[in-house]
């Protein structure tokens, strides 16, 4: 028939069978053992990854209806470092991003955002940078299927003159089933306020390193507004 109906069936056969866990997100097919088997597996670490069991120590950087901000130092007790190593853990795999080291472990911020149900459902890692290269916007035009290939490899052009700037976040991650709620926004917006001590960082001020496609259309839309 015509090309819209192709697409609906192609999709239909592609997710046939597929399930989305309404805990840890992820979605797999029910009637493959092997799928089920690397659901249970990552279904266990995931959730025992982003459970949060309220410290005797933790600083509070913002409260909201839907949960809370929480900020972990380098210099935090070993359980409060030890949560921020595991969820970063958990954002590179889902990232693709593999054992990346921190260019300083020792000037990174690691913001949580944590649900009233006491889950890690946002976490945002920032570093102390001097300098970024602007991601340049794409012209807008169709886009080939070579264009596409790009887009995946994450080939964005840059301008060549770094321009100055004080924040620069190295990870932003939201928990899927949680996304398109404003929690990247208000992520954003609390890391703006408490990076630096008496300050409101502007847009300009912060970069976002490496964006990923979400996070490309996440950083334009943020920094627009
Ligand atoms: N597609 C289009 N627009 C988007 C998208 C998207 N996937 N995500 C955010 N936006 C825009 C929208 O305009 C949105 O407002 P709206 O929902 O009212 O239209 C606005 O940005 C604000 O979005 P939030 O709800 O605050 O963003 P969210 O909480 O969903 O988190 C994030 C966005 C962090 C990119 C999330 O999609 C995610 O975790 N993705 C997987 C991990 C990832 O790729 N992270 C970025 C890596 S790059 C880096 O870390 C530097
Ligand atoms: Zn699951």
Redesign the pocket.
Known sequence: KDFKDQMIIDAGQKHFGAIICKSCGMIYTAASPEDEAQHIQHHQRFLEGIKYVDWKKERVVAEFWDGKMVLVLPDDPKYAIKKAEDVREL?DN??GFKQIVLSCPSKIKTYFFVSNERKII?CLIAEQIKQAFRVLSEPNVPQSPNQDVLQHHRAWRCSIKPEAAICG??????F?L?????????MVDVVRNTFMYGCYLSTDEIA????????K??AT??CQT
């Open positions: 954002v889902e990232l946002g976040i190295s990870r932003i991650w939201v899927s949680m996304r398109r709620r404003g929690i990247a926004r208000r976002f390193s490496d964006p990923t496609p979400d996070g259309l996440f839309k943020y």
